[in-house]
């Protein structure tokens, strides 16, 4: 399962947070072709002295980590990461030069629910649902 992670300097607005969320699941399932329900969000709200991006001074940033599983084309993740980057825009207000996105690659093995492990990502697949 996909785990994507925004970590945020700036105290954020539960509403914004919500509506975030749905537009991270609807954005992924939708650009990497798979189900929804075996992907992961942490959105960490940390002081605005807690994270750096060295051309982002005194300004609020975003650094994002979506850990996802092996198989998706480069088109897939660069979508994926100026979507996301626009979301983060829109719903929170960091301007997007101020957002820094790192993507690692997983087995599906390296994904897992108690009761089973995911398989490896194939075109149009629900793991929380096979």
């Known amino acids: 399962m996909p785990h994507l992670q925004f970590e945020i300097n700036k105290k954020l607005n539960k509403e914004s947070k919500k509506k975030f ?6 954005s992924f399932s939708t650009i990497m072709e798979t189900g ?7 959105i960490r709200e940390l002081g605005d002295t807690n994270l750096s991006l060295g051309r982002a001074k005194n300004e609020f940033i975003c650094l994002m980590n979506l850990d996802i ?3 998706r084309t480069n088109m897939q ?11 983060v825009e829109k719903f929170f207000l960091i301007k997007k030069i101020h ?9 599906g093995l390296d994904f897992n629910f108690y009761e089973k492990s ?13």
Request: no cysteine.
């Open 99 to 107: 957002q820094y996105v790192t993507i690692t690659n997983h087995n």
């Open 69 to 71: 599983r092996t198989g």
């Open 21 to 26: 969320v749905s537009f991270v699941e609807e």
């Open 77 to 87: 993740k660069l979508k994926l990461i100026k979507t996301l980057i626009s979301g």
């Open 36 to 42: 929804k329900d075996h992907i992961a969000i942490s």
């Open 118 to 130: 995911l398989a490896d990502w194939v075109k149009n697949d629900d793991p929380a649902n096979s």
